[in-house]
């Protein structure tokens, strides 16, 4: 998980009301092999994504970037910003298993069922951060009227980084807690899965 911003200032006389927060996500594997759990760990502790945060290597890895649009409008009062639109362009990497013919079904069972948490997990960061690109509009259009533009300028920049400083935060944490479940959480979806193909079968 990392986050940055890129502002892009605008200066426009005509101004358009603020949009909601957007997402622009696109995906990529890396393709993993083994044969057995432990192969594939191996597999994915040494060719997952590489996330600076942790310094270490992850199953999978949401990479955020906010892009700002800040319209600014003058008036004989000072500068104030008028529309505030904050895109999160999101990267989604993901693991590919080469499946051998060797793995046995207990094996792909689980495989299916971790990949599956993998994108859950790597998703809900994507919604994290959408939410903090709405907080983000919110606060820039709360900023209020300031003597000139440059001045305007400077508040949003620190508008911006308080919320960041928060995304930053939620993102900790939901990984803090999602690690804390994930054993318990991972028997639970192996037993519905077992539980919806004992039906099917029956």
């Known amino acids: 998980m990392k986050s940055r911003l890129i502002a892009a200032l605008l200066m426009a006389a005509m101004i358009s009301p603020a949009g909601a927060a957007n997402v622009a996500k696109t ?3 890396f393709s993993i092999g083994g044969s057995t759990l432990d192969a594939i760990q191996k597999e994915l502790d040494s060719r997952g ?9 992850h199953p999978g890895a949401a990479q955020m970037e906010f892009v700002s649009r800040i319209g600014y409008q003058k008036s004989d009062r000072g500068c104030t910003i008028a529309t505030a639109n904050v895109t999160v362009r999101a990267k989604i990497i993901l693991p590919y298993w080469r499946r051998p013919r060797a793995a046995d079904a207990d094996v792909r069972l689980v495989w299916d069922t971790l990949a599956s948490d993998i ?3 790597e998703e809900q960061h994507v919604i994290i951060a959408k939410n903090h690109a709405r907080m983000l509009e919110q606060a820039l259009l709360a900023v209020r009227t300031q003597s000139d533009c440059k001045a305007a300028q400077g508040k949003a920049a ?5 919320v960041l400083a928060k995304h930053d935060a939620a993102q900790a944490e939901f990984d803090r807690v ?5 054993e318990r959480r991972i028997i639970s979806l192996l037993r519905y899965r077992m539980q919806q193909m004992a039906k099917q079968a029956g």
């Open 178 to 182: 999602e690690g804390i479940n994930f």
């Open 158 to 162: 620190q508008a911006t980084q308080k």
């Open 49 to 57: 994504p590489h996330v600076k945060s942790t310094g270490h290597r």
């Open 27 to 29: 995906y990529s594997y």
């Open 119 to 121: 994108k859950r997990h």
